[in-house]
């Protein structure tokens, strides 16, 4: 599990492509420390596997399915990423429950600043904007951020500097791609309440159940 506080940027060191998968190097301080093969890092948001460690840079597989749902397969020697090592017992919990399981892609319609703010406005798939909800949680590129607009067709944030700097958010710009991960809790909530699904023998939660206690 990872909470969406980026701890460094990264710089891609290589792509080694496969016929449908890839292996990336990164180079790397921060999340190097403590790591060990078959540690976990969240490369703009995705979950990866370490398989190889050098004294500046990992190494990870990339799947076919990442590759497919994600814009990893964008990444080129030289592109910087967001890292983050996942989250010891005893850490603190400074952002929200990010997976690293990317939902899908979203494409940066508008950037623009807002005095010291930086807004973007998020274009993505119904079935991906059907979990955002205004003031709740998104992770872009594996950054967790606050929703602050919904419409039918997007979503905006509005980014602090401190984040903008701290993360590729950075070098984004209109037209790019990007990772989103949305809400876990509302996509389970969503699935053990949907009708005409198996429910355990004895369970007592029903929309009407919980609709009669004020929920």
């Not at 403590?34 to 799947?63: E, H, P, Q, Y």
């Not at 949907?194 to 004895?202: F, I, L, N, V």
Request: charged content about 25%; glycine content about 10%; some cysteine.
């Amino acid at each position: 599990m990872f909470t969406g506080i980026i701890e460094e940027i990264g710089t891609v060191e290589r792509v080694k492509k496969g016929r449908h998968s890839a292996v990336l190097t990164i180079r790397a301080e921060t999340v190097l420390e403590g790591t060990k093969i078959g540690d976990s890092i969240a490369v703009n948001g995705i979950c990866l596997t370490v398989r190889l460690l050098g004294s500046d840079s990992f190494s990870a597989d990339v799947m076919h399915e990442t590759l497919n749902r994600s814009a990893l397969a964008g990444l080129t020697s030289g592109s910087h990423v967001n890292l983050e090592r996942a989250m010891p017992a005893d850490g603190r919990f400074g952002g929200h429950i990010v997976s690293g399981h990317v939902d899908g892609l979203g494409k940066l319609l508008h950037i623009r600043r807002d005095d010291t703010a930086v807004w973007y406005t998020v274009g993505t798939a119904p079935e991906v904007l059907h979990y955002i909800v205004e003031k709740g949680s998104v992770a872009i590129d594996g950054i967790s951020l606050t929703v602050a607009r919904v419409t039918q067709a997007d979503f905006s944030i509005s980014a602090i500097p401190h984040t903008v700097a701290q993360t590729v958010l950075q070098e984004r710009r209109e037209g790019d791609l990007v990772n989103l991960e949305t809400d876990v809790i509302g996509k389970y909530v969503e699935k053990l309440l949907s009708t005409g699904q198996p429910r355990r023998e004895g369970s007592a939660i029903t929309r009407e159940f919980l609709s009669r206690y004020g929920f």
